[in-house]
């Protein structure tokens, strides 16, 4: 028994810790699986011993906010879910009666009060108790309705989710400098914000999953819905269920999930008759009338090979696990992201250790625990000197999250980023130029700088002797880079890495100049501010990325080198000028979706990541597909049409 007690100890102090540092400063220490499990060991103690500790997850719904936004206590607690991953306990649960089935949105539970048909106010969950006032953050959200018809006082809860698409091209603008992990983290932090500016570059989308106050008197929770959806919300996608029908609705959810753009890890099941959910009440930490999914992770046990330390342009040296191949959710996956050097420490990561891997939320390879852990092996140890400059490197400790730094400024993995970011498809588009080929070049010293790259043929003689290459790779190498050579501002300004600014960023400022350089390279942070899409943040970095004097070397140096093509078309002459497209599926016709996005850009189109009202097409050359953009496009009657029908239409 004291064991038992012991152990109860052990696990409440680490999961309390595990849920401050996710909760409150958006990190992770652990996998969403280990905390998981690690969360059914200590609850099923607790119920054989009967000791429960004040900290104890168990019984507690959250944690206090830490951030300077104001805090405001909520009108009631909103308790966290009780969950199951066994489809018949959930079909148990249910019972005679009917049910709602839902996503489980994977972001920030948002509480927006409306008064008089307008929104004053919004308030994050907080602990369950009090939470954080975010009310400029809100009114930024895409999707959210500012007003609304009904004119008494509505409180609406629901989900601030950011979709993958959104967070990859967010993480694409910070680059090697991304400090989120995941699209929930990202949310967080974006929601969170002091500055609304920020939340509202985020892309950030709400969706109702329940009306706490005001409205007509309902006795279903699909009537709520379908009266939210009417006041202007967009609302989580909801099924009816039975226990019959429940466990093909279940496997339906889960086939999607690969597809779904929306960040999601499991569903809620909730009571669809008001009155009697409510008339169960609720424990001290769950409510009665509804419960959630968590999903079954299709796990693999496989063997671990190595720890890769990947430095990056930041100095940041990041862990990755490299093991055997396995197959997860229909593909092959050998490696996953450890993070920091606090998860391979905790995970006692070892060179031959049996662990077992998953898919968080199906989509991100984890490791979910070591099997061999505390068996002896030794254990896998952060490097002494930097895997690429040699230099001595750094163990920082950052609210207890411990990380690898390279602190050497001139450290030519830094120089390897920027160099593969220049050459990259939507820059300068140098094929042939690989992270390895750079590599090799830096080390050779046939690279110090990005100029040195329309230089190649001075080097003739060293590179035709480099393994791999030869008079052929060489020819071909220097045809793409004086084919490259010949290129536009917008390629020129996203490749020379200014902090901030994406392709898409680049291309908004290059049309506002009229693809003039002395223009671009000059403009002043109130002009920079005029620019759709450009904030405070972003134009101050871009003019301290041109005041910089070297920065300014390097740019005329490349100027020297490149034949740049000013000209610039009116974009109300382009024919696809205020068209919105969303491509998806395979292509057979352009090489990869970036050379189609290219296209409709440079037509005067737009291209989104998911479908919307606003969407004008779908390219799909699967029309008949039973993917969640086609379904959607069905239901908002946009078009759907194949590579041939646009390539038809840009004729």
Not at 121 to 131: E, Y
Not at 143 to 162: D, F, H, M, Q, W
Not at 316 to 335: C, H, K, M, Q, Y
């Amino acid at each position: 028994m004291e064991e038992k007690k012991q152990r109860i100890r052990e696990l409440t102090e680490l999961l309390d810790q595990a849920a401050r540092e996710y909760y409150q400063k958006d990190r992770e220490i652990m996998s969403n699986a280990e905390y998981d499990s690690l969360y059914d060991e200590l609850q099923r103690l607790e119920e054989e011993t009967g000791l429960v500790l004040s900290a104890s997850p168990t019984a507690r719904v959250g944690y206090e906010v830490v951030s300077s936004l104001p805090k405001q206590r909520h009108p009631s607690p909103m308790l966290s879910l009780d969950k199951t991953k066994d489809v018949s306990e959930l079909a148990g649960w249910l019972g005679d009666m009917e049910g709602l089935l839902s996503w489980k949105l994977d972001g920030l539970t948002v509480v927006l009060t409306y008064e008089d048909g307008a929104l004053s106010g919004a308030v994050t969950r907080g602990d369950g108790v009090t939470g954080e006032v975010i009310t400029p953050n809100a009114r930024t959200f895409v999707n959210i309705p500012l007003s609304i018809p009904e004119k008494g006082r509505v409180t609406v809860r629901g989900e601030a989710v950011i979709s993958y698409p959104d967070f990859e091209r967010i993480n694409e603008q910070f680059g090697e400098e991304a400090v989120y992990k995941n699209p929930r983290n990202l949310c967080s932090g974006s929601v969170r914000q002091l500055n609304s500016e920020i939340t509202a570059r985020r892309h950030v989308r709400f969706f109702a999953f329940s009306l706490a106050e005001g409205g007509p008197g309902f006795s279903r929770r699909g009537e709520q819905l379908s009266w939210l959806r009417a006041q202007g919300f967009q609302t989580v996608e909801t099924v009816s269920v039975t226990r019959e029908t429940l466990a093909d609705a279940v496997a339906d959810f889960e086939k999607r999930i690969a597809d779904f753009e929306i960040p999601s890890d499991g569903l809620v099941l909730i009571y669809d008759d008001i009155e009697y959910g409510r008339s169960l009440g609720s424990t001290a930490k769950f409510p009665r009338d509804s419960i959630a999914f968590k999903w079954q992770d299709e796990m693999a046990e496989t063997t671990l090979r190595e720890i890769l330390w990947n430095p990056s342009r930041t100095g940041l040296i990041n862990p990755i696990a490299v093991f055997d191949p396995v197959e997860l959710e229909g593909t092959t996956v050998s490696r996953a992201s450890v993070h920091n050097l606090s998860i391979v420490e905790g995970l006692q990561l070892a060179e031959g250790d049996r662990i077992l891997v998953y898919k968080a939320n199906m989509i991100i390879p984890q490791i979910d625990r070591n099997l061999s852990a505390g068996e002896g092996h030794e254990p896998c140890r952060p490097p002494e000197s930097c895997p690429v400059c040699g230099s001595g490197t750094q163990i920082r400790d950052e609210n207890g999250i411990r990380t690898v730094y390279c602190p050497n400024p001139s450290c030519p993995a830094k120089k390897i980023k920027s160099f593969t970011h220049f050459v990259s498809r939507n820059a300068l588009n140098i094929e042939g130029l690989s992270e390895a080929t750079l590599e090799k070049f830096i080390a050779a010293g046939i690279l110090h700088a990005l100029p040195d790259l329309f230089r190649l043929s001075e080097h003739r003689e060293e590179i035709i002797t480099m393994e791999g290459f030869g008079e052929k790779s060489f020819d071909n190498l220097t045809a793409a880079a004086e084919k490259a050579s010949h290129t536009d501002p917008a390629r020129l300004l996203y490749g020379l890495g200014v902090p901030g600014i994406g392709a898409a960023n680049a291309r908004m400022i290059a049309a506002a100049c009229r693809n003039q350089w002395e223009k671009i390279q000059n403009l002043d942070e109130q002009e920079l501010l005029s620019i759709e899409g450009i904030g405070e943040i972003m134009a101050r970095d871009f003019r301290s990325f041109f005041d910089d004097p070297e920065n300014r070397r390097v740019t005329g140096e490349l100027l020297k080198a490149l034949t740049l093509d000013e000209s610039y078309e009116e974009k109300d002459s382009l024919p696809l000028q205020g068209k919105t497209f969303v491509i998806t599926g395979s292509l057979d016709k352009f090489a990869n979706r970036d050379e189609a996005k290219e296209r409709i850009l440079s037509l005067g189109g737009k291209v989104a990541g998911s479908v919307s009202k606003k969407t004008d097409y779908l390219i799909n050359n699967d029309i008949h597909s039973g993917s969640s953009k086609n379904k959607k496009a069905k239901e908002l009657g946009i078009p759907i049409i194949t590579e041939d029908d646009f390539l038809e239409m840009i004729k």
